[in-house]
């Protein structure tokens, strides 16, 4: 009698904190839910987790009226601004149990419990294409911050993980890896729903297309693309489309011009989310040469709408790419031509393969995973 009466309070513990717990107050900066990359993922989260407060620009939360409390909070990323207007009277009458920041830049002042997500340390790894040196200092110090003052650290990505162990001295049992996922508006789509996106874009119909989402950042490179691009040696026969907002309005690159590639190049700019999808579905080959990413989002983008990919074999994208993809050194343009040479025509291949890796990604776990941490905290 005595050690039932003792075990069952036990287990009757251990039962419960496995069961979500609907009063947990979740906050989370949502500033950068507009933006592509980081916003992607906060769009998501935002309706999955179960978020109770969201601080951000009232405008960008009106469609997210599943949480009860919206805080305004308008102010740019990163630097010493975001820290005087961080609304921190509003965010203490709250009283939430736990604050969510997206990436790295976390309230300096903020006393309670705070769980970080972490996406990537280009900053770190490349402080060469940082504009000035105390940019890199400044994020040398926030990361160092957010290792010493975050009760949990997020990480998208296992490499993510090993390159904040590399710089910082953090116990590893304080990082959880939870990888982002992939929406479901990426699917396949027949010839016919994409067939616009020729004339609208100016886009040849006898041609191979190769496709780049993204921006133009060092990290990216584009240039290392151009000159593999370049040293195909049936070029002629494709066409390089470039798509992102950094390509708006953007003459060809002079390196387009002295490669000699730039009748080869389309530069379609900011596209709708249904063009976006149509673009990957339109595409014979997707193609991602950084020197690094920090979990490589199009990778997935693309794969679920049934379109190979060749990409840089670095951080974090063999673990996106998984076997499915084609890699090349993203340093050398000879690899980079000769691997879109021998993937330009895999295009319908290997769909079941690309089908059970891509249902490894969704958002759905992703969230579960992340209010899981809370509930740990």
């Not at 592509?36 to 951000?56: E, F, N, R």
């Not at 990290?219 to 049936?234: I, P, S, Y």
Request: glycine share 6%; charged share 25%.
């Amino acid at each position: 009698m005595y050690f039932s009466q003792k075990i069952k309070p036990y287990f009757a513990k251990k039962m419960k904190s496995n069961v979500p717990n609907p009063n947990l107050k979740i906050a989370i900066d949502a500033r950068m839910v507009s933006r592509s990359g980081i916003g992607t993922c906060i769009q998501h989260w935002l309706k999955d987790v179960g978020y109770k407060i969201a601080l951000g620009d009232p405008k960008d939360l009106e469609a997210y009226k599943m949480i009860p409390k919206h805080i305004p909070f308008i102010s740019s990323i990163y630097g010493y601004k975001e820290q005087l207007k961080f609304p921190y009277r509003a965010l203490y009458r709250e009283k939430p149990d736990i604050l969510h920041i997206p990436h790295c830049n976390v309230p300096l002042f903020y006393r309670g419990k705070m769980m970080v997500t972490i996406h990537d340390l280009t900053h770190l790894i490349y402080p060469q294409f940082l504009p000035f040196k105390l940019v890199h200092l400044y994020f040398k110090f926030i990361f160092w911050f957010v290792s010493k003052r975050a009760d949990r650290i997020i990480t998208v990505s296992e490499s993510t993980k090993r390159d904040l162990l590399r710089f910082y001295k953090i116990d590893e049992s304080k990082i959880t890896v939870i990888p982002s996922g992939v929406g479901k508006e990426f699917v396949r789509k027949s010839p016919e729903e994409y067939d616009y996106l020729y004339e609208k874009y100016g886009i040849p119909r006898d041609k191979k297309i190769l496709l780049y989402v993204g921006n133009l950042l060092p990290h990216k490179n584009l240039n290392g693309l151009l000159k593999g691009f370049a040293q195909m040696k049936d070029k002629e026969n494709c066409r390089l489309i470039f798509v992102g907002k950094a390509f708006d309005g953007r003459t060809k690159a002079t390196q387009e011009k002295e490669l000699g590639i730039e009748n080869l190049t389309i530069h379609a700019g900011m596209v709708s989310q249904d063009d976006l999808v149509n673009f990957y579905n339109l595409a014979d080959l997707f193609v991602l040469p950084s020197l690094y990413e920090g979990f490589g989002l199009p990778i997935l983008e693309a794969f679920a709408c049934g379109t190979p990919v060749a990409c840089s074999k670095t951080s974090s994208m063999p673990e996106v790419g998984g076997n499915i993809a084609n890699y090349f050194d993203p340093n050398d343009p000879a690899s980079i031509a000769n691997t879109l040479e021998t993937s330009i025509d895999d295009k319908g291949k290997y769909d079941a393969e690309i089908d059970a890796w891509v249902s490894k990604f969704s958002w759905e776990e992703s969230a579960r995973k992340i209010r899981e941490v809370a509930e740990s905290l």
